[in-house]
């Protein structure tokens, strides 16, 4: 019997026709469901800033059994984070998957508290929290290893009395920012190929802080 083509194997997770580039509502829980795992957040990132890879080099590169990783990418499959790219693969035999840039912006705000969707987004924004703090964690226990110029982050606070709408203003000026770097960025990648790179995480949180709190 002919093996499967890619496209039958994984019908069963693929993603509505109609899958929106920035979900909401409960789409939005379902997204964040497929992300905020530990394991698949690791996938994606892989997948998205590495590019296209197998599912036995997903596994090799992550330290996992290829079941583990075949599991983990169905429901990023079926949240539109990752699609097959049958079009790499040498013979039937090999799985071959590439990343999906999709925005993905929430606040628990938009649930009605204590309904389901209010702790899912809570749940995922505590795993998001996590995932980061431990990617900083990583960072300041591995950055001797890297060149100098590579060795030197960001690290800076405020903490000061600010009016709300001062707050939220602090606010839309850093998602501004950071939306114009990104832009050039990518522009730049594009315009110079073969300048040396590395992913660059930036993480930036504003919110109320009473003084003395932990």
Known sequence: MPRRTAAERHSDSAPPADLPDAPAGAALIDALVAL????????FEVLSQEGPATVGDLACRL????????????PLHRAGFVVPAPELARDTRESWWRGVTRRLSWSSDEYTGGS???QMADTA???NLDYLTAAVVRWMRDRDTL???WR????TDTFLPATAAQM???TERITALVGRWTTEV????EEHPDAERRPVRMIARVFPSEPGSV
């Open 116 to 118: 389901v969707g209010r």
């Open 125 to 127: 924004e505590r795993a």
């Open 36 to 43: 905020h795992h530990p394991v698949r957040r690791r996938i």
């Open 186 to 189: 990518r522009a730049d990648a």
């Open 152 to 155: 030197h982050g960001l690290a």
């Open 63 to 74: 330290g996992l059994p290829v079941g583990s990783i075949s599991h983990h990418l169905k």
């Open 168 to 170: 939220e203003d602090l």
């Open 147 to 149: 060149p100098p110029q």
